[in-house]
């Protein structure tokens, strides 16, 4: 067996303290600074300034760094980034990154999960063991600002324990709630309206469907979406007629009519599959009948 010396001389294998940084896309808060912490890591949502953004992406004057380090440089007191380290007792450069990758996402998934807002990481940058440096081109995106203050840092860290991990699990899986949650990641990512509402209209045909195959998917999608997420019979109405609505601006998408998709639209269906994956995550098959009739 290769000892921790010869490991680390053939693979870049020893002890370090990993650290990312990655800059949050429509991110603000009331504080500089949120800190959580989760399974013996650190994780900060933060200004960074252009002194530790230089420091980190190993640049000694910025006038002379790659254009793509000098816009993140610049953008350091502007936009908040995640700020992760935890320590590891034996990896490769390539675990290194794997384990940053996967934290980074299962992150931005709990943010995305937890409240509403158009979310995302615009640029990362990641240090491996032996110091390499590997980031990202840098690309901004649009959409509503997500806001997440100080006063809930105890219930995103309570949100995060509970369901997170469980989801990100679940994510990668063919079951409905896997592509429920599969299609709520991705439509974050899609630059086109119309392939935004179809990847969340998809997710909740999975989650309400549940391999029924008979028709009227329009009319038990509206019902069930509006008997399991309002709160009284006008919200119920109102939800039903939007969902309607929205099933049916999905249909002509794909079947190449004409149509008109307002942002409007894309928020709504998003909102409503964001609070359906996290009922189904408590209740996986709720009693429609029961629900409907109550």
């Known amino acids: 067996m290769l000892e921790n010396q010869e490991l680390e001389l053939l693979y870049g294998v020893r002890p370090a303290m990993l650290r990312?940084?990655?800059?949050?896309?429509?991110?603000?808060?009331d504080t500089d600074e949120l800190v959580f912490g989760y399974d013996n890591r650190t994780l900060q949502i933060r200004r960074l300034t252009e002194e530790e953004l230089a420091d980190f992406l190993r640049v000694s004057h910025i006038e002379t760094a790659p254009d793509i380090y000098k816009l993140a440089i610049s953008l350091g007191n502007d936009r908040f980034w995640l700020d992760y380290y935890f320590e590891v007792e034996e990896a490769t450069d390539i675990q290194a990154f794997?384990?940053?990758?996967?934290?980074?996402?299962?992150?931005?998934?709990?943010?995305?999960?937890?409240?509403?807002?158009?979310?995302?990481?615009?640029?990362?940058?990641?240090?491996g063991i032996s110091g390499i440096l590997s980031s990202s081109s840098l690309t901004p995106r649009s959409g509503r600002t997500y806001c997440l203050n100080k006063s809930e840092v105890p219930k995103f860290g309570d949100f995060y324990h509970k369901f997170v991990n469980e989801a990100w699990l679940l994510r990668e899986s063919r079951k409905p709630l896997g592509i429920a949650l599969s299609r709520f990641d991705d439509e974050y990512e899609r630059k086109k309206l119309e392939d935004k509402i179809i990847d969340c209209l998809v997710g909740l045909e999975a989650l309400y469907m549940q391999g029924e195959t008979l028709g009227e998917f329009s009319f038990k999608l509206a019902l069930r979406t509006s008997a399991l997420l309002s709160d009284n019979k006008e919200q119920?109405?109102?939800?039903?007629?939007?969902?309607?609505?929205?099933?049916?601006?999905r249909s002509d998408i794909?079947?190449?009519?004409?149509?008109?998709?307002?942002?409007?639209?894309?928020?709504f269906v998003e909102d409503?599959?964001?609070?359906s994956i996290k009922k189904f995550l408590v209740t996986p098959i709720p009693n429609w009948l029961d629900l409907i009739f109550l």
């Open 236 to 249: 119920r109405k109102e939800m039903f007629e939007k969902m309607k609505r929205c099933y049916k601006l």
């Open 254 to 267: 794909v079947h190449g009519k004409k149509y008109i998709v307002e942002n409007e639209d894309v928020w």
């Open 272 to 275: 409503i599959l964001r609070e």
């Open 20 to 29: 990312y940084i990655a800059l949050l896309g429509n991110f603000t808060s």
């Open 98 to 127: 794997n384990m940053m990758n996967k934290d980074m996402e299962r992150v931005v998934l709990a943010l995305r999960l937890y409240k509403e807002g158009a979310v995302g990481i615009d640029f990362y940058a990641k240090k």
